[in-house]
């Protein structure tokens, strides 16, 4: 499920510099008669602006329930017949042909999960041959940062509740996280060096990132760094969450260091930022080394969001090769509720014959109808 609401759908498309950058991206790739894919089109204002160009037709595809306003919009629109709705994940979706797919699937940065994987699919299984594709790339850019609060901020959140507590264990976890945040402009220092590319012709799920020499202006302190993409939608339009000063709906990526680097006069940093897909989630890793006036380095800051998870080993345990797992109370009553399932039994009898079953998990008909609908929606045809 995804759990993007009808306002965070307002709040990105009432976002200027954004809708400015896709109504231009639109402008550049629909043609007259086009069949448009939609992917990700929360309640479908790429799909209205597709049809304002010309489109004959969009296929709306979104997994989160806003797809039903989605719906009541074209038909209040006299649309319904030239927007198809889906509410799903577009892998679920069968395929047609289509001239354009639209997509925007990025958070602070293009590697949220899922989202390579669903470009590739559109391309592979829907985008004709020669069909054009909104997003084109995205250039990742790396700058340091200088803003002691903001970083502190980060590493230790509890700052004024926990005087007396040793926190070290727990700021060195957060040390290893990236962090959404809009860092102010003069904080950031420089303007940014490119890192790494994603090109959507082919988004595979590979490693990003490759080490950079940046110079730093004003010697002093360096307390993290910040990560944001310049994305080409189309040819030629441009849309980025550069730290500057208009605002942006995706925060940039701060990653802060557990200590600061001390930049000397005329140095620099050399920033290797690591990007690699590890079972459909992005591990980040980043090494931060102060450079000399003669390019000699100098201390160095590493993290890695891996480093940034806190895992029960009782629960990775579970899972060894060696264990031998037992079926839970709760995955019964699962099992039970979708033998149940058979097409002819009713939820609410369903519900009846599991509360006599599981009569611990289910006190009274009120629970057992909620658990049951909840495994009847998520498993049910
Ligand atoms: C950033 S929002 C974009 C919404 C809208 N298209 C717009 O531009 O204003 C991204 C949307 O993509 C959806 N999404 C993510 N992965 C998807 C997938 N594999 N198939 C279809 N939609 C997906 C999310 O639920 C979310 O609504």
Redesign the pocket.
């Known amino acids: 499920m ?1 759990n ?1 609401t009808l306002y ?2 307002g709040w ?2 009432g976002n200027a510099t954004r809708w400015a950058a ?1 109504q231009r991206a639109l402008d550049a790739v629909i043609r007259l008669g086009d069949v448009v894919l ?5 309640y479908g ?2 799909a209205f602006e597709a049809l304002r160009r010309g489109a004959s037709k969009v296929i709306a ?4 329930d ?1 797809v039903v306003m989605g719906r009541t919009l074209a038909a209040a629109n006299g649309l319904d017949d030239r927007i198809e709705h889906h509410r ?4 679920k979706v069968s395929a047609r042909p289509v001239d354009v797919v ?5 958070g602070s940065s293009p590697f ?1 999960p ?2 390579f ?2 470009i590739a699919h559109a391309r592979a299984a829907w985008l004709k041959p020669g069909g054009r594709l909104v997003p084109v790339r995205d250039r990742l850019f790396v700058a340091p940062l200088r803003d002691a609060k903001l970083v502190e901020g980060f590493l230790a959140p509890w700052a004024a509740a926990h005087e007396h507590v040793d926190m070290r264990h727990a700021r060195a976890v957060l040390a290893n996280w990236i962090h959404r945040a809009n860092p102010k402009a003069g904080s950031v220092l420089g303007t940014g060096v490119v890192f790494g590319e994603v090109d959507y012709a082919d988004p595979a799920l590979r490693t990003y990132g490759r080490a950079v020499d940046i110079d730093v202006a004003s010697a002093g302190p360096v307390h993290g760094a910040v990560v944001w993409f310049e994305a080409e939608l189309a040819p030629g339009v441009f849309l980025s969450n550069r730290p500057d000063e208009h605002e942006t709906v995706y925060g940039r990526s701060v990653l802060g260091f557990a200590e600061p680097l001390e930049v000397p006069a005329g140095g620099g940093l050399r920033v290797h930022v690591r990007i690699t897909p590890v079972q459909g989630a992005w591990i980040w890793r980043w090494t931060a080394t102060t450079l000399d006036a003669e390019g000699r380095e100098g201390a160095t800051r590493r993290g890695d969001t891996w480093s940034g998870s806190i895992v029960d080993p009782a629960r990775l345990a579970r899972r060894a090769p060696e264990a031998r797992p037992e079926t839970s109370e709760e995955a019964r009553l699962l099992a039970f509720v979708l033998a149940a399932m058979d097409g002819a039994t009713s939820v609410a009898d369903i519900a009846g014959k599991a509360q006599a079953a599981f009569p611990e998990l289910l006190p009274d008909a009120d629970v057992a109808l909620d658990r049951v609908g909840a495994f009847v929606e998520r498993h049910a045809r």
């Open positions: 995804s993007y965070d759908y990105m498309v896709f939609d992917l990700g089109a929360g204002a790429m595809v979104e997994p989160a806003s799903a994940f577009l892998e639209i997509a925007d699937l990025r949220m899922g989202h994987e669903a």
